[in-house]
């Protein structure tokens, strides 16, 4: 499917972004990938990793709806990572946050129309259900503007779906790189020692989207299944035996995240390795699942404290290892 595509990633110099361009190099044959983001310096670290003819850097921000009119100029599909993702950042500076993840999703809604863009999936967050935080407020706002988008595509036929998942191990903002620093200290601070998160790796994450773009048909939110695991085991896996100093959550923080909530679970289906929910409001024609398609029970919630699949310290240490963040 991705053969001879134009494929965009905004925010592609991210730590998906890389990921995702590593993958479709080695196992696809696009005719270009263009790496749309703001930063010069970390779009010329990049093209030091990849020797490829078919990159391309455009530099430009989501919040230019002009520059994002130029950029996707006969582009086939889209992959929505551009997003202000700090909480505690965007908590700070509310407005920016909402510039970016809010308007700037409007402005590539906008032009992905116009330029008759065939398929995009924007990347969300668990912190997108149930929000407690800007940074999550935002991302539902993006998540509800991308499935609304479906509707105003007409004959364009240009269809919008998004990807919610949980923590990515290596990603910026991950607690790993603090935890690596101050691992020889014996001595690590956790928020929380209750506290419980979903974990997927970049890898996945990427076969994830990959796999998303095949399947989707417009208007789907689709989830993995992927497991969880506790703060406190992921603090041995990296210095096993280390005092582990409770400091109290953040503002903005959650004890648990949850990527479904009861109240999503109307329209939620099951399908293999993932969780599909379809539009609530089929707004531009009925929506109706492949016969393969589960119906989960009402009231269903995937949380990470009651999820059925967990990682256990050693579990968390070899896939640590096999990332090559600890030896």
């Not at 100029?73 to 950042?89: I, L, S």
């Not at 935080?133 to 240009?158: E, H, V």
């Not at 998303?212 to 041995?236: Q, V, W």
């Amino acid at each position: 499917m991705l053969n001879g595509k134009k494929i965009l990633i905004t925010g592609g110099t991210g730590s998906f972004g890389k990921a995702f361009v590593k993958r479709i190099l080695k196992d696809f044959a696009p005719d270009k990938l263009i790496i749309y983001s703001r930063d010069e310096f970390k779009q010329y670290q990049m093209k030091q990793m990849f020797d490829s003819p078919k990159l391309r850097y455009f530099i430009g921000d989501i919040r230019d709806e002009k520059r994002l009119y130029r950029a996707l100029a006969d582009v086939d599909y889209v992959v929505h990572a551009a997003a202000m993702k700090h909480v505690g950042a965007s908590e700070y500076n509310p407005t920016e946050a909402i510039k970016t993840n809010v308007i700037g999703a409007q402005n590539l809604i906008s032009a992905a129309l116009e330029a008759r863009v065939k398929k995009i999936i924007a990347l969300s967050t668990d912190k997108a259900c149930n929000p407690v935080n800007l940074y999550g407020a935002t991302k539902l706002c993006s998540d509800k503007l991308f499935i609304a988008a479906n509707s105003y595509s007409g004959n364009r036929n240009t269809k919008f779906s998004v990807v919610r998942y949980g923590n990515v191990l290596g990603s910026r903002g991950s607690v790993i790189p603090l935890f690596m620093k101050l691992a020889n200290t014996n001595e690590l601070p956790i928020t929380d020692d209750r506290m419980t998160r979903f974990w997927i790796t970049l890898p996945q994450a990427v076969d994830f989207v990959i796999k998303s773009f095949d399947m989707m048909s417009g208007g789907e939110l689709f989830i993995p299944k992927i497991p969880s695991m506790r703060i406190t085991d992921l603090a041995e896996a990296i210095a096993p035996g280390c005092k582990k100093n409770v400091v109290g959550i953040r503002p903005g923080e959650k004890l648990h995240e949850v990527m479904i909530s009861r109240d999503d679970s109307r329209n939620l289906y099951e399908y293999e390795n993932r969780y599909i929910k379809l539009p609530d409001f089929s707004f531009w024609g009925e929506s109706l699942p492949a016969k393969c398609y589960i119906p989960v029970k009402e009231g269903f919630e995937y949380s990470s404290d009651t999820n059925s699949m967990w990682l256990n310290v050693e579990e968390l240490r070899e896939i640590l290892k096999q990332d090559g963040v600890i030896e």
